[in-house]
DNA sequence: AGTAACCTGTGC
DNA sequence: GCACAGGTTACT
């Protein structure tokens, strides 16, 4: 599941899964799906084998022997299931299969069926415009600042804009201004540079906590009490115990402090 | 900037 | 029943 960190897993996930392995067949089996990959698209990937993986943001690139790229994106709910063998059985909501010469599989296991999976020709880039990865030194706070200038978005919309920043979610656009100290409702354009600074800060940490995190649970690792505010609705803030507030911020949830996190 | 759309599931 | 869910795009 989806945002940078996880993205990050299940990349690691597929690179040790399917890398050096022959694709025997690809199935697509669900509707929405075909409409990224239609069953002509999946048929030729027979005989095509996997050779390098690669994450940006929360896209994942899977290139192909062939020189053509698989690129998938998990949107809300997508996840990869590893099939150590032809007996392992699917996932409930197995959408898309790729099994292997070697009798192993993985399957894109997505219950609201939102992800996407495109077959793209040698020479295409199929990645949109996206910012630097959360976690790049290319993202400090020179750049946010400028990425923000002349614009009226609140800061919890500048994390989550990819074309600022690659990786970050609803989840991490909380806790890192919760780091930051940051009421989510300022105008971005409209921070000191200190409070810039404290912005890059807790998005870094909050990407090196969470990597942390899966690296230790794998995708179990999203739990509450991981987590400073997200989810946390009336409980007492882990700074000063005042109960953390929820607001809808273009129809997204954000959780912050009322008392620590300023405006 | 806000809202609907894409989908399905869960919990109140 | 309704609100809500870790994302993104395409419309007012």
Redesign the pocket.
Known sequence: ???L??VELAARIVRRAAIGRTITSARVL???QR?GLPDEAAASLAGDAIVAVWRR???QLLRLKSGRTLHV?????GDWVVLPSRCAPLP??ARVVLRFDDRSAIALDD????SNVTLHEPKADPL?RLGPDATSPSFNARWLRERCAG????IK?AL?D??VV????????SEALWLARLDPRVVAAGLTPAQYRAVVIGVKRTMALALARQRRYG?D??EPESYFV??REGEPCRRCRTPVR?I??????SYFCPRCQRR
């Open positions: 599941m989806p945002e960190p996880e669900h509707p929405s409409r943001g929360k896209h994106h998990f949107r809300m709910t409930s909501h219950p609201r069926a939102l949109p614009r009226r978005v609140a919309g989550l990819q074309r690659a990786g970050i979610g609803n989840i991490h656009a995708t690792a999203n997200y989810g929820r809808l911020q273009g129809a997204r949830s």
